[in-house]
């Protein structure tokens, strides 16, 4: 039984890397369409420094959690297709060629 070499452990660094920083760019860009099509309101409420720039509720708060989302869920879908593509691989081993 060939046994499926592409385990959590060890897609996960590589996964995070590629998931989250492709993932926030796409955030980035959600987060900026939908802050145009909707308004940020006064300009005070553009996030400002500190954790005020992590607020969910001012311009650059709500840009930087979406990045956050996406980044995270991005990561999430990687592993689990290199998981699942192992699993595959090692069922395809085992099975006789045809």
Known sequence: MST???????????????????????????????????GRGPYESWGGWGMEAYDPGTFSGFVDAMMFLFGIVCAIIIVAAWVKHGTLEAAAKVAPAR
């Open 4 to 38: 499926n070499k592409l385990t959590v452990m060890k897609t996960l660094p590589i996964a995070l890397i590629a998931g989250v920083t492709t993932g926030m760019g796409n955030g980035s860009v959600f987060g900026a369409a939908v802050m145009c099509a909707v």
